[in-house]
Nanobody
Framework: QVQLVESGGGLVQPGGSLRLSCAAS????????MAWYRQAPGKQRDLVAT???????MYDDSVKGRFTISRDNAENTLYLEMNSLKPEDTAVYYC??????????????WGQGTQVTVSS
């Protein structure tokens, strides 16, 4: 069973920065696409950014230019660098990973979430 563990959330003032991490447990399987989602109170879970195993990235318009997604394949770790944070970025942030023997045969795993609160 693969586990994803997020860390790095917390309380930050508007304009501040945080770096989230998501560590995947060791597995015989390969980690393909990874992503960050977020869910604000009373709202649906929304996609923030994705990254392929090769490093291609995609961002939601709301975070373009402020957030950077990256990964370390050797360490099975996903990152989200968040700068110029706004109160509307407040949410629980979740990572996920598509893991399997091949890109066409994967299971999606989710972390437990980490709270990010942007407030003065």
């Amino acid at each position: 069973q693969v586990q994803l563990v997020e860390s790095g959330g917390g309380l930050v003032q508007p304009g501040g920065s945080l770096r989230l991490s998501c560590a995947a447990s060791r597995s015989i399987f390969t980690i393909y696409a990874m992503a960050w989602y977020r869910q604000a109170p009373g709202k649906q879970r929304d996609l923030v950014a994705t990254i392929t195993r090769g490093g291609s990235t995609m961002y939601d318009d709301s975070v373009k230019g402020r957030f950077t997604i990256s990964r370390d394949n050797a360490e099975n770790t996903l990152y989200l660098e968040m700068n110029s944070l706004k109160p509307e970025d407040t949410a629980v942030y979740y990572c996920n990973a598509d893991i399997g023997f091949s890109p066409r045969s994967v299971n999606r795993y989710w972390g437990q979430g980490t709270q990010v609160t942007v407030s003065s």
